[in-house]
Structures are given as C-alpha cells and as structure tokens.
C-alpha cells in the first residue's frame, strides 16, 4: 500500500504560491490514499454546501483520491464537506493498520493544554462565532477570517514539539507502529523502540510530506524543480 500524509500548507487562495506549487503537487502524485492532517487551508467556511471559491480548484483536485481527513485548528470546520460531499474518512484521530503496521494519526494540537489555547478554540468552535461568520456572507467572510488567522508562524513551539514526541514515545511503547501528526511546522523522523515518530512539517516553508510504502515511512521534500528527495534537517 503506497499513502502519501501531509499537514498544514495554510493554503489562502489563488494568490498564495504555495497553493499553486500544492495543486502541481497533486496533480503528479501517484499513491492509494492521501492523508490530510489538517490546516490546509488557512481558514474554513462553506455557505449554502459550497466552499469559498479561492479552494475550489484545490478540492476539484482532491477528487482524485480517496482521503482521509483529520480537522486541523484553521480547518475543523472542513470536517463536514469532507464527509459530506467528498466522500472523505474524517475524524479528530484515525488509526488504521496499513501493511501490518498499527497507525496512529493526528494533527497534533491535542498535546496543547494550555488555558489560552482551550479557551480560543472553544470561542471558535462555538455557535456565536459560527453565526456570526453566516451572517456575513461569503465575501466580507473571507476578508474577516484572512485578517483574523493572520500568517503562519514558522518559529515552532519547542514546548509544544516535545510533548508531541513524549506522546509519540507513550503510543509506540502501547504498540503502535507509526505515530503522524504536524500542527508545528517542525518536520522530524524519530526512530523509536518498536515503532516510529514522524512530525510533518508545513508546507508553507519546508514543503515536507511523508510517503508509506509497505508500511515503512520516508519523509521527503519538494524541491523547486518538482523533484521529491529526503528530508534532512
């Protein structure tokens, strides 16, 4: 079985560089499922059952495969047109068994427990933000979001960083494989005893994203020239 898994390339339209260099991505790749691990696209609405018409060309290109979806902090409210009219698997984790190999599949942001952080998601995820963001239609929507999500940092959170690895460290010891999440935009392969811990970077600077083939994981790179090679820190 050949998966390709990636995670936060905070996609912001047809003007964003990086959407375009996603697109070519897609349109090359070659594998029985994609993953996606949240926060591609850097905010998430859909009125009336249709996204913003910025994302339409990335998810005509989805089109292609069958997905699997775990809702990112920029794109949880993804989650439903994913199932709904994608025909996606979405759930906040997944864990399935590919070649023999128990998997565990996140975004990542699960190991923030910080009050700030619970506090700014439950404000998001709640029904005044939700009618609030209705209200404005699709236009004056996209504005809003696009100056509240602001830019992705590229420093990642070293805190944050480590508990993902420690996390990693408790599931392998219980007997999974491979452990996958992003969130912090710092692409890693850890080997550990029994399994193994991959973080996926972003594409929004490194362009990292992992291939498992017959269950063995490699983290590659897209490089300018569209070539894909091992990623090295």
Request: charged fraction near 20%.
């Amino acid at each position: 079985m050949r998966v390709a898994l990636l995670s936060d390339a905070h996609l912001a339209g047809p003007d964003d560089p990086n959407q375009h260099r996603l697109l070519r991505f897609l349109d090359t790749l070659a594998v029985d499922r994609l993953c996606l691990l949240g926060d591609i696209f850097q905010h998430w609405w859909h009125f009336g059952g249709s996204p913003f018409p910025a994302y339409v060309p990335v998810i005509e290109a989805l089109r292609r495969f069958p997905v699997t979806f775990v809702p990112g902090n920029h794109d949880f409210h993804a989650a439903r047109f994913f199932r709904d009219v994608l025909h996606a698997e979405v759930a906040p984790v997944v864990t399935p068994r590919w070649d023999g190999v128990a998997i565990h599949l996140s975004h990542g942001d699960e190991v923030d427990t910080s009050i700030g952080y619970r506090a700014l998601s439950a404000v998001l995820r709640g029904r005044l933000f939700a009618r609030g963001v209705d209200a404005l239609g699709p236009e004056r929507a996209w504005r809003f979001l696009s100056s509240m999500s602001g830019t992705p940092s590229g420093t990642p959170d070293a805190a944050l960083c480590a508990a993902q690895l420690a996390d990693a460290r408790a599931r392998v010891a219980d007997g999974v494989g491979l452990v996958v999440s992003g969130h912090t935009h710092a692409p890693c392969h850890h080997e550990l005893p029994g399994g193994a811990y991959v973080n996926l970077g972003d594409w929004v600077t490194h362009h990292t994203w992992l291939l498992v083939e017959d269950g063995r994981p490699t983290l590659l790179q897209r490089s300018d020239d569209g070539a894909d090679r091992p990623y090295s820190a």
